[in-house]
């Protein structure tokens, strides 16, 4: 039933007389008003018009200059997630320091004026890596995560223990800007319908918080999904999109909250990416007709996500006149119009009485007091490895651009759609005073000539300084407590192999990508000159020495063989040659956990062991990679080149430099000829490139990340193959939407 449908049946007699309460100046609260359908700000009714910001995928000095264009939008409030592995990297090891500082985020969201709903999981989803749940609870194989197995409890309780007693003084009721606080997120969806998990979540929210704080929940419209999500003391949300009807949708809130404020919580103004597929993108039209439709029907609107609002009698002519008579508070101002187009003959007359405020005719009335959110007002990027990825029939990891179409582009900038969105809210209620601050400044700064500094297994030993570990089969990432990047897996080949060979995985044992190499050791070579290097396409060697004499000697020629990719939910065999004692490495990399659904406990690396015409390979060594570590002290461009390869083909780091002329403004690096792989400026992770996979052509480089008058040290990570003559080309605009083959070696 439609949310008019719950107003229609109520007695029509007038109101009291008597002088409305006023909100006490000492008397903070926000709570719901089952009587009146609707929420409540310091006793009165209240709406807001609210956007997501993910501060995580924010850089720290663009937080202000992206909250005050949300503010300068119209918007009220913001709704904030938490990621729990973004702060507890370590069991017991939390980092809340630089952009990390939650507690700072919060605190410019109050300095700003907006207010906040807050979304602290401990599960979020939001595409990010394993849904913001730490990777190392997974360092218990037989862990049931967001369920009551007591060693997730135990997690969970010591997190929150140090989380919530930061939330608790920022509470709207404590003196702060936070409204209320969500639990979980759409738990619903998960198999587990564990309703002691969430009664325990409750409890603790609950002990951490006060009792004061509104918590809900967000679950989808399906009854099953509402069964297993909500709980008594949670109050009930929902999301659907604007292909949904309305009236069931709402009707499914009203199932299990017959009273009380009706609240879509996810509606999305765009999407997201996946690699492999092409950008994805909503008209603005449909938005703002949308948005502009839902306002005109009587909808309180919150841009986190939209919700939608039917009437069970039709619209009265729609005279959209502004009151000039007292009303609750600035915010509620947003339903005025919309009131003015809906209430009733009787409703109309006592409001021009002054009998009633304009926003108890909206919530009697039309028995609407409810919010909406769209997802998202501004995306930002998945820097680093933090981008999650999704399960659907297949693995479908996430772009690190996580523009998402939305109001405001991954580099902050006022789109169209925003402008659109802000015309339809200024006609509902007035705008914030002044200009909306203009896009950031852009530069392109050309291109930059980039050199072979190692092949990455030559670099062993400053990637993995503490060595690797020896075991007799694969052991998966979560087993040698590596949460992200890359692991080296090493062998021998324990037979000669004089024919093509296939050597293959289980069934959904790569996770997620391993690139594989074969290292072949011809000994008697002569050379004259130390560290000779020769190359040819797919092979690269190097020499080394075994004995000396006078000028000459007797060699070593290791030829390195890339010989492809072994990929999760695709190609899982490469055919291999060589002789008994030849190295075989894999080098695994994790492109994200999965962030939605029951799979969400997504192991990485190589969880089956590899085998070689069916006979399975024994004897590994196992480096597990700190990249970001060695990068970030320095290296490579404090160390001199590992080896003289000259080979194009499988994992390498690639260096140079350049200098900005005497600005640092935001730029997008692309990468021609380039395969795919990893970027860090000046030590920083700016995230995955894949340009042969597309739709993501380009990575967003914030000017924060950039120096003045000094070099820019550029690191590149590639995987698979990079051009012949290696440059980057940096952009003044992104480049999102190109979709490749899925090829696997560059070509120039």
Same mark, same amino acid.
């Not at 009165?44 to 503010?71: E, Q």
């Not at 190692?454 to 690797?468: H, K, Q, T």
């Not at 040698?480 to 060979?501: C, M, N, S």
């Given at each position: 039933m439609g949310g008019g449908g719950w107003a229609s049946g109520r007695s029509a007699a007038p109101p009291s007389t008597a002088p409305l309460p006023?909100?006490?100046?000492?008397?903070?609260?926000? $709570?719901?008003?089952?009587?009146?359908?609707?929420?409540?700000? &310091?006793?009165?009714?209240?709406?807001?018009?609210?956007?997501?910001?993910?501060?995580?995928?924010?850089?720290?000095?663009?937080?202000?200059?992206?909250?005050?264009?949300?503010?300068?939008?119209?918007?009220?409030?913001?709704?904030?997630?938490v990621p729990w592995n973004y702060h507890e990297p370590q069991p017991g090891v939390y980092d809340f320091a630089g952009d990390r500082d939650v507690e700072a985020f919060l605190d410019l969201t109050a300095e700003l004026g907006l207010l906040v709903i807050l979304r602290p999981g401990?599960?979020?989803?939001?595409?990010? $890596?394993?849904?913001?749940?730490?990777?190392?609870?997974?360092?218990?194989?037989?862990?049931?995560?967001?369920? !009551?197995?007591?060693a997730y409890l135990a997690a969970v309780d010591s997190w929150l223990h140090v989380l919530l007693p930061k939330i608790k003084p920022r509470l709207y009721q404590h003196g702060g800007n936070i409204i209320s606080v969500q639990v979980e997120n759409e738990y619903g969806s998960y198999y587990a319908c564990d309703h002691g998990y969430l009664r325990h979540l409750l409890g603790s929210f609950r002990a951490l918080l006060g009792s004061e704080v509104l918590l809900f929940t967000t679950d989808s419209t399906r009854a099953e999904e509402l069964r297993c999500g909500t709980l008594q003391g949670l109050y009930a949300t929902i999301d659907f999109g604007p292909g949904s009807n309305v009236t069931e949708a709402f009707g499914a809130q009203r199932w299990v909250e017959p009273k009380g404020p009706l609240v879509n919580s996810e509606y999305y103004t765009g999407w997201l990416d996946y690699w492999g597929e092409a950008h994805a993108s909503t008209s603005?039209?449909?938005?703002?007709?949308?948005?502009?439709?839902?306002?005109?029907?009587?909808?309180?609107?919150?841009? /986190?996500?939209?919700?939608?609002?039917?009437?069970?009698?039709?619209? =009265?002519?729609?005279?959209?006149?502004?009151?000039?008579?007292?009303?609750?508070?600035?915010?509620?101002?947003?339903?005025?119009?919309?009131?003015?187009?809906?209430?009733?003959?009787?409703?109309?007359?006592?409001?021009?009485?002054?009998?009633?405020?304009?926003?108890?005719?909206?919530?009697?009335?039309?028995?609407?007091?409810?919010?909406?959110?769209?997802?998202?007002?501004?995306?930002?990027?998945?820097?680093?490895?933090?981008?999650?990825?999704?399960?659907? &029939?297949?693995?479908?990891?996430?772009?690190?651009?996580? &523009?998402?179409?939305?109001?405001?582009?991954?580099?902050?900038?006022?789109?169209?759609?925003?402008?659109?969105?802000?015309?339809?809210i200024?006609?509902?209620?007035?705008?914030?005073?002044?200009?909306?601050?203009?896009?950031?400044?852009? *530069?392109?700064?050309?291109?930059?000539?980039?050199?072979?500094?190692? &092949?990455?297994?030559?670099?062993?030993?400053? #990637?993995?300084?503490?060595?690797?570990?020896? !075991?007799?089969?694969?052991?998966?990432?979560?087993?040698?407590?590596?949460?992200?990047?890359?692991?080296? *897996?090493?062998?021998?080949?324990?037979?000669?192999?004089?024919?093509?060979?296939?050597?293959?995985?289980?069934?959904h044992s790569i996770c997620d990508r391993g690139y594989v190499m074969l290292q072949k050791g011809q000994r008697g070579a002569l050379a004259w000159l130390w560290g000779a290097g020769y190359s040819t396409g797919r092979l690269s060697a190097r020499f080394g020495a075994v004995g000396c004499g006078h000028g000459a000697a007797v060699l070593t020629l290791w030829l390195q063989e890339y010989r492809g990719t072994l990929e999760r939910d695709g190609q899982t065999t490469v055919y291999v040659m060589g002789r008994a004692g030849d190295t075989l490495d894999v080098l695994l990399e994790n492109m994200g956990?999965? !962030?939605?659904?029951?799979?969400?406990?997504?192991?990485?690396?190589?969880?089956?062991?590899?085998? =070689?015409?069916?006979?399975?390979?024994?004897?590994?060594?196992?480096?597990? =990679?700190?990249?970001?570590?060695?990068?970030?002290?320095?290296?490579?461009?404090?160390?001199?080149?590992?080896?003289?390869?000259?080979?194009?083909?499988?994992?390498?780091?690639?260096?140079?430099?350049? $200098?900005?002329?005497?600005?640092?403004?935001?730029?997008?690096?692309?990468?021609?000829?380039?395969?795919?792989?990893?970027?860090?400026?000046?030590?920083?992770?700016?995230?995955? *490139?894949?340009?042969?996979?597309?739709?993501? /052509?380009?990575?967003?480089?914030?000017?924060?990340? #950039?120096?003045?008058?000094?070099?820019?040290?550029?690191?590149?990570?590639?995987?698979e193959g990079a051009p012949s003559t290696p440059l980057l080309l940096f952009l003044d605009q992104p480049l999102f939407n190109r979709t490749l083959g899925h090829s696997t070696v560059a070509t120039e």
């Open positions: 006023q909100a006490s100046p000492l008397a903070r609260s926000f $709570e719901l008003d089952y009587e009146e359908d609707c929420f409540r700000k &310091d006793g009165v009714p209240f709406r807001y018009i609210s956007g997501s910001i993910h501060y995580a995928r924010v850089p720290r000095p663009a937080w202000r200059d992206r909250l005050l264009k949300m503010y300068m939008s119209g918007l009220s409030a913001v709704q904030v997630y401990p599960y979020i989803c939001a595409e990010w $890596e394993m849904g913001g749940l730490p990777s190392w609870l997974l360092w218990k194989p037989d862990i049931v995560l967001r369920s !009551s197995d007591p603005l039209v449909h938005v703002a007709r949308g948005l502009e439709d839902m306002l005109q029907l009587g909808a309180s609107v919150n841009m /986190q996500v939209v919700s939608w609002w039917g009437t069970a009698w039709g619209a =009265l002519p729609c005279h959209l006149q502004h009151w000039n008579g007292h009303c609750c508070s600035p915010s509620c101002q947003a339903g005025r119009a919309a009131a003015a187009c809906f209430i009733s003959r009787q409703g109309w007359h006592w409001a021009q009485q002054g009998m009633v405020s304009p926003c108890w005719v909206c919530g009697v009335l039309t028995g609407l007091s409810g919010v909406s959110r769209r997802y998202m007002f501004h995306g930002g990027t998945n820097f680093a490895y933090w981008s999650g990825a999704d399960f659907k &029939d297949q693995y479908k990891p996430v772009t690190t651009s996580y &523009d998402y179409d939305a109001p405001l582009s991954e580099a902050g900038d006022p789109t169209e759609k925003l402008f659109a969105i802000r015309m339809v200024s006609k509902f209620q007035p705008l914030p005073a002044g200009p909306m601050p203009p896009a950031t400044p852009k *530069y392109a700064y050309g291109r930059v000539a980039l050199q072979k500094h190692a &092949d990455l297994l030559d670099a062993l030993d400053v #990637l993995c300084p503490s060595g690797p570990i020896q !075991s007799r089969f694969p052991l998966t990432f979560e087993a040698i407590k590596q949460a992200h990047g890359f692991v080296v *897996y090493r062998t021998q080949l324990p037979r000669d192999v004089l024919e093509p060979t296939m050597l293959g995985a289980p069934p956990r999965i !962030s939605f659904g029951a799979n969400i406990s997504d192991f990485k690396g190589l969880l089956g062991n590899l085998s =070689l015409d069916s006979s399975p390979l024994s004897n590994w060594l196992i480096y597990p =990679l700190d990249i970001d570590a060695a990068v970030q002290q320095g290296w490579p461009h404090a160390a001199l080149p590992k080896s003289s390869r000259r080979g194009r083909a499988g994992p390498a780091f690639y260096t140079g430099t350049f $200098e900005t002329p005497g600005l640092t403004w935001d730029t997008f690096v692309k990468f021609p000829g380039w395969s795919k792989g990893q970027l860090w400026i000046n030590g920083f992770n700016l995230g995955r *490139y894949w340009p042969r996979r597309g739709p993501q /052509q380009t990575l967003f480089v914030p000017g924060s990340v #950039l120096h003045v008058g000094r070099p820019n040290n550029i690191t590149v990570l590639e995987l």
